[in-house]
């Protein structure tokens, strides 16, 4: 039995890592606060799991690193990266992902082995505010509620939507195996956010109001606002959601989310089974 800490175990992410890890009873599990000088030594961890908010500022990413390299008890960690990797360049425009590429530099030079799960965009928000999800609300691509859909570019680039409870799935048995890469890739489903939209409103049994944005729209920080946005701009300004979600749409349209890697999970661990958005949004939407 190892002992696992999961730094940011209280978070979205985190949480959804923790009730897995628990659910298994392989491992025993540590959540980490923001004091870990000691409590790495103390407790015996040998593999940290970070799921840290980008609220904690990339320091504390970056400390949590340095303290797991300085442990002798510690030798793996998981980075902070769920989702995608991004590039210098590309963390430029998203300050989320700064942290992430500087996190992923220090463990480089770390002597520590890591590892990221890569598991492009969450299908999670297809299914909110219905379906079971500890991510932090929000109405993305597709409002499901209104039945309105803003796509980004073409919407013919095929994307990689994972549920966020098929991944401590795949956690838990990666964290048993005897060798790490450093990028390991979980494909929950994959189809084009065109294909979405359809399967949506086969689902709901009506039709939904499409409207897609150029590239130039997107470059310039611009989407189609979705009825439900408006409820968020108290706590996430308008400006700051267009420009993320512009950034993302970007991302997909480009093929970003469209992992294509030679080996997966899935193919490691076939017996486990992913959610598919067909599942999610029969589950949560049909004959609503």
């Known amino acids: 039995?190892?002992?696992?800490?999961?730094?940011?175990?209280?978070?979205?992410?985190?949480?959804?890592?923790?009730?897995?890890?628990?659910?298994?009873?392989?491992?025993?599990?540590?959540?980490?606060?923001?004091?870990?000088?000691?409590?790495?030594?103390?407790?015996?961890?040998?593999?940290?799991?970070?799921?840290?908010?980008?609220?904690?500022?990339?320091?504390?990413?970056?400390?949590?690193?340095?303290?797991?390299?300085?442990?002798?008890?510690?030798?793996?960690?998981?980075?902070?990266?769920?989702?995608?990797?991004y590039t210098p360049e590309e963390s430029k425009v998203l300050p989320a992902a700064e942290g992430k590429v500087q996190a992923m530099q220090a463990l480089e030079a770390s002597s520590l082995e890591w590892t990221c799960f890569l598991t492009g965009?969450?299908?999670?928000?297809?299914?909110?505010?219905?379906g079971k999800s500890y991510m932090t609300p929000l109405v993305v691509l597709v409002d499901m509620v209104h039945d309105v859909a803003a796509i980004p570019g073409s919407g013919s680039v095929p994307v990689v939507l994972t549920y966020s409870f098929d991944i401590p799935k795949f956690v838990i048995r990666a964290l048993a195996l005897d060798h790490w890469e450093k990028e390991v890739y979980i494909i929950g489903d994959k189809m084009t956010l065109n294909e979405v939209v359809a399967l949506a409103e086969e689902v709901k049994g009506t039709k939904f109001s499409v409207n897609h944005d150029s590239m130039d729209s997107l470059k310039a920080g611009r989407v189609t606002e979705l009825p439900s946005h408006e409820a968020y701009y108290p706590y996430f300004p308008k400006e700051q959601m267009q420009g993320l979600l512009a950034f993302f749409g970007i991302m997909w349209e480009s093929g970003k989310c469209n992992l294509e890697p030679a080996y997966t999970l899935n193919q490691r661990f076939p017996d486990i089974e992913t959610t598919s958005v067909r599942t999610l949004l029969e589950s949560a939407w049909k004959g609503i």
């Not at 500022?57 to 990797?85: D, M, P």
């Not at 965009?121 to 219905?130: E, G, I, Q, T």
């Open 121 to 130: 965009f969450l299908s999670d928000y297809f299914v909110m505010p219905r």
């Open 1 to 85: 039995m190892g002992v696992i800490a999961v730094a940011g175990g209280t978070g979205a992410m985190g949480r959804t890592i923790v009730e897995g890890l628990i659910r298994d009873r392989t491992h025993r599990v540590v959540i980490l606060a923001r004091k870990i000088s000691t409590v790495l030594e103390a407790n015996s961890i040998d593999t940290v799991i970070s799921t840290l908010n980008s609220s904690f500022g990339i320091e504390s990413e970056l400390n949590l690193i340095k303290a797991a390299n300085q442990s002798t008890a510690t030798k793996r960690y998981v980075a902070n990266v769920w989702g995608i990797t």
